[in-house]
Nanobody, 121 residues
Framework: QVQLVESGGGLVQPGGSLRLSCAAS????????MGWYRQAPGKQRELVAF???????NYADSVKGRFTISRDNAKSTVYLQMNSLKPEDTAVYYC???????????????WGQGTQVTVSS
């Protein structure tokens, strides 16, 4: 069974920083793209950023220049460094990973349980 375990959420003041981590565990062959999504109350889940297995990145316009996504392939972990946080960044943040469990197995999307990020004074 594959699991994604997130950590690093919490309460921070506007202008502050947080770092989210998401580690994949279990038995799998390879991890393709990894990313972060968020869902604020009453809104749809939206893509925040993703990073390919080769290290290419993509960001939502709302977080460009403030958030940085990175990954450590040896640890099967993806990170999201969030700086200059704003109240509108408040949401539950979900980790996503496209994982191939076996060499002949199609890749499947897996999700973490979510971690709350609250930006408030």
């Amino acid at each position: 069974q594959v699991q994604l375990v997130e950590s690093g959420g919490g309460l921070v003041q506007p202008g502050g920083s947080l770092r989210l981590s998401c580690a994949a565990s279990g038995s799998f062959f390879s991890i393709n793209t990894m990313g972060w999504y968020r869902q604020a109350p009453g809104k749809q889940r939206e893509l925040v950023a993703f990073i390919t297995s080769g290290g290419s990145t993509n960001y939502a316009d709302s977080v460009k220049g403030r958030f940085t996504i990175s990954r450590d392939n040896a640890k099967s972990t993806v990170y999201l460094q969030m700086n200059s946080l704003k109240p509108e960044d408040t949401a539950v943040y979900y980790c996503n990973a496209n994982i191939r469990r076996g060499v002949l197995t199609p890749a499947t999307d897996y999700w973490g349980q979510g971690t709350q990020v609250t930006v408030s004074s």
